[in-house]
């Protein structure tokens, strides 16, 4: 059982990201909600819109910002960005400052008042975060708890959307109680749907999609909303598209999925590890992830479980998983990669502790 290689411990998308690509095998940096992470890497810009009608909100609005703009765990916010931000800042009901740009958050308030005569209440619970903020999280969270912690949960300062202004984390108050933690937040899938449809009528869009994590490099995240004006926002939806396959920055694809049968793990259990593949495959510069497939139970065995402790020292894993996965190498030359090349049945092995989330242990042939 030779496999591969490179050794990333790291938690997902809801959880993580990471820069590992054979090319660049390089620290992993992985996040939490709380603090979107990115990868580090020089932003590719976009590509321009796919669609016809490139008008942007600046055009209606006068302000000299892009509402088109790309960040993401590649791209890294622009330099001067904060030069023509203009914001404004509000308290939540938890006492919070928030600071949100400005026509942003004009939009926020009409989707509110939108919501409430439909009887959902919504509160922000953040929104911008500048550079400098991330930068102190990182600083004071190394001292407090260590490099390793802080590689696997806290954003890498610069390719946070949130930097923007134009990024919104909603939360809800559902019979005179908020609700904002994250899992609290999922038991509502309802209210959130009703949410969402409501969404691109203001020109936002929902923006770490279900099922597109290996194109966002995030995890479905129902809270996470993005001003991108009234146009963009409603093609973006009728079109059922990400931020990324809007722009063209990424081809806008859908990965198949295989459960086989396991009488070890749920449904529930896979999609978790499948979402930290997905988020990983989505740093991988110019990789198209196509398949992922349930090895089978038959690789959850003593023996790969004693070699996932042996690559994750003292991680104390007690279950193990793998996937086969089939995608496209970048159509350049790039790193090790074979150019154009589709890897077939390609392994990912992850592991976890009782209770604990899934970790990427290694992958490969
Ligand atoms: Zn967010």
Redesign the pocket.
Known sequence: MALALTLSLLTGCGGSAGTASPSAAQPESAQQ?SA?AETEGAGTGTQGAESGDTQTAADQTGSAIDYLVLVNRLNALPDNWEDDLETVHMTNSLGDDVEVERTAYDAYLELKADLEAQGIYVDLD?ARRSVADQQRIVDEFTEKYGEEYVARYVAVPGYS??HTGL???LYLNIDGQDVYENEDMMEYPEIWSAIHARLADHGFIL?YLKGREHITGYSY?P??IRYVGTGPAAEIAARGLTLEGYLGAVRETEVAVDYGNSSLYTTEDMEEAMDQIKCRMAVWEGCELHSLSYAGDAACTEDNLAWMNELGEDKNYTEVIEFLSDFHSPVEAAGSWAADTEYTNWQWWLARSKGGDWEIVTFGY
């Open positions: 909600e979107e953040s959307e949130h990024a919104m984390d923006r995240e809270w996470h």
